[in-house]
């Protein structure tokens, strides 16, 4: 059996695998904003597991930040206040296993919702649209190695005038504050215009250097996909250069919720390999 941790700024969602994958358990909880709080909160979570932890074989973390693989360390998070923490060791200590990989959870998210579609595209741009933006480039089911530290949300984009982050406009942040309203109350399709309209401008560039030949999107807002994908679609004919591939496909996500837990799953598999 397998142990996936995702860590959120205000949930941390625990799963338990089969060696097959299928979902037995998960419990959640609160992130304390402390790196020790957060230990403690783990420690009793697993403590509630109906699964028996020996027989946990490898455990995989997804962090929303910057990790050190190699280390196991978490070098900095966008929405907790943790810096050079040895996050790994720590679990290693608390599970009594030797296997605990570290992994970005945009880019956990991203092999889960790539490995569904495996047989059918080969590279696949993958892009969370929730509170910021992440994403990560998954080819032929792997994250791409060379780009598993970008932050595509942070990107400075030229709009209304000045040159800003990416997620600064077309975030479910910005959503919930431009519109008073939260992803899933939106109704008016020029209102869903507009968001697509903003999210385009990111992935208008991500196309011309990746060119991928899926998009998936997921996240609070990604998931609304349906809703937005047309007007992103209109978008990249109208302005991506002959030149550059166009995506074969823009669609919303295979595991709405938990797709970050999944994903652990498939990396600790793809490292038993």
Known sequence: MYLAIDVGGTKTLTGVFSASGDLLESVRFETPKTYEGFLGE?????DKLTT??????????????????????VQALGNLPWKEKPIGKDVTKILGIDSVILENDARLA???????VRYSHKNI?????????GGALIRDNHIVKELQDTEVGKMPLFFDGKIQPWEEFASGRWLTSHFNKHASE??????????GE????????LCTVLQPEAIIFGGGVGQYADK????????????LHPVIRQPHALRGPHYPGDAVLHGCYVLIKQKED
């Open 42 to 46: 783990l420690e009793k979570t697993i």
């Open 52 to 73: 028996d932890i020996a027989k946990i074989r490898s455990c995989c973390i997804a962090l929303p930040g910057l990790v050190d693989r190699k280390t196991g360390i």
């Open 110 to 116: 991203g092999l889960a919702e790539a490995n569904v």
């Open 125 to 133: 741009l993958y892009l969370t649209i929730s509170t910021g933006i």
């Open 186 to 195: 939106l109704t008016d399709k020029k209102d869903w215009q507009e968001v």
């Open 198 to 205: 903003r999210i385009a401008l990111g992935v208008g560039a």
């Open 228 to 239: 937005f994908s047309d007007t992103i679609s209109e978008y990249l004919l109208e302005n």
